[in-house]
């Protein structure tokens, strides 16, 4: 199966930015749509933002304006570009890929997760 790593992430003031991104590596044909989740202690994960693989993306009310999310190539990596940074945006972090193996296989799979914390 694929692995997905997350990097960036980490502490900023509120009004910064910060970035994290998410290269997929291992049995990949083709990444169908990949997605950014974020989840705060208690509560459900969370979707951020979504690209295609088409190029077309997607974002939730809470971050539309703030948060952009992009791509280098068709597969990889996947970057979620954040600014205008809030406390409420303090979250772990996670990508999802949507993944279409190298044996027409097709499943999702979960990056390990990055924190995210921004203080007031």
């Known amino acids: 199966q694929a692995q997905l790593v997350e990097s960036g992430g980490g502490l900023v003031q509120a009004g910064g930015s910060l970035s994290v991104s998410c290269a997929a590596s291992?049995?990949?044909?083709?990444?169908?749509?990949m997605d950014w989740y974020r989840q705060t202690p208690g509560k459900q994960r969370e979707l951020v933002a979504t690209?295609?693989?088409?190029?077309?993306?997607n974002y939730a009310d809470t971050v539309k304006g703030r948060f952009n999310i992009y791509r280098d190539s068709a597969k990889n990596p996947v970057y979620l570009q954040m600014n205008s940074l809030e406390p409420g945006d303090t979250a772990v972090y996670y990508c999802?890929?949507?993944?279409?193996?190298?044996?027409?296989?097709?499943?999702?799979?979960w990056g390990q997760g990055t924190q995210v914390t921004v203080s007031s």
């Open positions: 291992g049995d990949i044909f083709a990444i169908n749509r």
């Open positions: 999802n890929a949507n993944v279409v193996g190298v044996g027409g296989d097709l499943y999702n799979k």
């Open positions: 690209i295609t693989r088409g190029g077309s993306t």
